[in-house]
């Protein structure tokens, strides 16, 4: 209680300052929090594969742009079913957040937030991506449904595996199949080297990430690629971001990538040059930093993609 009689205030949960701390109705801003709407850079990391993936598509059949309705589709798709996935993953991990300094005021360990009404949410947001999904076609939607799984277990990895980042890659890169299953209603080699490049990516940023609850997990026991690299981080990151750039890359010209993709490429592989050479793993909020600009990283190729894309016949393909 307050000195005026009132109910003190429960803690703010990862507050940032931003819109949904300013202006969201209070009710709704545990919510928001759960399902890190305001924090955007998780859904842009979700995002971004499903959009390779449907430009490489567009690229390998040759068509004027990419398909807009699909690139719409996974914009809503990866908001709600990140923030489906973020609630799911709060719900298991209570206990864990509620002994790490970064997370301990998160809706759920901080009170805010029942674990009932967080799954109760959290199934609210997976049928809003359920009719997302159903506007695709049928593989589509069968290729979606089956990441479901690999979704469901990633929380509990971190307790089982010494870099549970290998399964959030295979979770998060999901998109690279998606997109030209929902372009071709089928998948051939391509995109499936495509997903393999992104999971390496995925494995690169989110170690950075995990430096920042390096001690924490060591002391309460919880594994990540963070601790198990420790010393060899830069050394580890540069071999999983080579193997990005050249996956990506064999993707990209086998389905079609002309000197605009190859440039995009460059740029990719020069932001991911940047953050190895850059990084402080002992400094929190500079790897917070890196860990975002992978989005910067992404927008990147995928610009070279679609302006690839649009510019067509002119710049012939680099791989006939």
């Known amino acids: 209680m307050t000195d005026s009689g009132r109910p003190a205030a429960l803690p703010v949960a990862d507050s940032t300052g931003n819109w949904v701390d300013r202006g969201a109705p209070g009710f709704a801003q545990p919510f928001l929090r759960l399902a890190r709407i305001d924090r955007p850079i998780g859904w842009w990391l979700l995002l971004l594969p499903c959009w390779w993936s449907t430009a490489i598509a567009a690229l390998a059949q040759r068509a004027p742009w990419p398909d807009a309705k699909l690139i719409a589709l996974f914009l809503i798709g990866a908001i709600v079913m990140r923030g489906a996935g973020s609630t799911w ?175 995009g490429l460059i740029a990719f592989a020069a932001h991911l040059a940047w953050q190895v050479v850059t990084l402080d793993a002992d400094d929190p909020s500079y790897c917070l930093k890196l860990f975002r600009a992978n989005r910067d990283a992404g927008l990147m190729l995928f610009a070279g993609f679609v302006l690839d894309v649009i510019a067509g016949a002119p710049f012939a393909p680099i791989v006939p």
């Open 89 to 263: 993953n709060d719900i298991l991990d209570r206990k864990i957040d509620a002994q790490v300094e970064r997370t301990k005021n998160r809706p759920i360990p901080s009170g805010q937030v029942s674990a009932k009404a967080a799954f109760v949410f959290a199934i609210f947001l997976s049928f809003i991506g359920l009719a997302v999904l159903l506007q695709m076609n049928r593989f589509a939607i069968l290729t979606g449904a089956a990441s479901l799984l690999i979704v469901a277990v990633y929380p509990l990895a971190k307790r089982v595996i010494s870099m549970p980042q290998l399964v959030l890659g295979f979770a998060f890169s999901w998109g690279a199949l998606m997109g030209w299953a929902a372009v071709f209603g089928a998948l051939d080699w391509r995109p499936v080297v495509l997903y393999a490049g992104t999971i390496s990516w995925v494995i690169g940023y989110d170690t950075i990430y995990a430096h920042q609850d390096r001690r924490d997990d060591a002391i309460i026991g919880v594994k990540s690629s963070a601790r198990l690299f420790g010393k060899n981080t830069k050394p580890a990151l540069t071999v999983l971001y080579a193997i990005t750039v050249l996956l990506v890359g064999i993707a990209t010209l086998y389905s079609g990538g002309g000197i605009i993709s190859l440039l």
